[in-house]
């Protein structure tokens, strides 16, 4: 299993129990759908998956090892990349410099970051201008920028919070094919979402 959770526990003060004792198993080569219905605790488990929250209790393994998630930088250490519902990105900056932002690569040379970038998109069937600023973008582009900067940053488990709200018909079929590709090529994949025709689709397993 590239991911194990065993009864994960989070609460939020003392009423609201978002998710009791949840075991998962997620693998590495499959699209791992997450479904269920808004409040249903679904955006907070993987939150802490990705280091945005910390569990009360359980444990959660990598690669069969127990990790200790406390930060999204512990997660990408474990190659755990997150797309959130809402983009994150810096809107005068180019497709480009949004995607090495904060990353410690020594002196910034973007024209070799654009080479990598390129490398990404043909790899999976992006879509993707490394030059273009995010301002001046489509929402499913911003989105493209926010799954390039996981992959360039070597992420191999990509959770992905309702990545189909924002999008057209066409667009959510391009981003199924980006996945299934990815999911090709060995990468653990998770969805969160409530569409459950496009879960059918999708996923190996819900």
């Known amino acids: 299993p590239a991911i194990q959770l065993k009864n994960i526990t989070k609460t939020f003060g003392s009423k609201v129990v978002a998710n009791k004792n949840v075991n998962l198993t997620a693998y590495r080569g499959e699209i791992l759908s997450i479904l269920g219905e808004n409040g249903s605790g679904k955006t907070t488990l993987m939150n802490m998956i990705s280091g945005i929250y910390f569990p009360d209790e359980g444990q959660i393994f990598i690669d069969e090892k127990e990790a200790l998630i406390t930060s999204p930088k512990d997660a990408f250490a474990y190659k755990i990349g997150m797309i959130h519902q809402h983009f994150k990105l810096v809107d005068v900056f180019t497709a480009a410099e949004n995607i090495v932002l904060g990353l410690d690569e020594g002196k910034y040379n973007l024209k070799a970051s654009t080479q990598k970038i390129k490398q990404i998109s043909e790899q999976y069937g992006f879509e993707l201008d490394p030059n273009k ?74």
């Open 133 to 206: 600023k995010i301002y001046t973008m489509s929402v499913s582009e911003k989105q493209t920028v926010e799954i390039i900067k996981v992959l360039y940053r070597g992420a191999d488990i990509l959770i992905l919070d309702e990545p189909t709200a924002v999008l057209t018909p066409q667009e959510t079929e391009k981003l199924f094919a980006v996945l299934r590709r990815m999911r090709d090529d060995g990468k653990c994949i998770i969805i969160i979402t409530h569409k459950l025709h496009e879960v059918l689709s999708l996923s190996d397993k819900v």
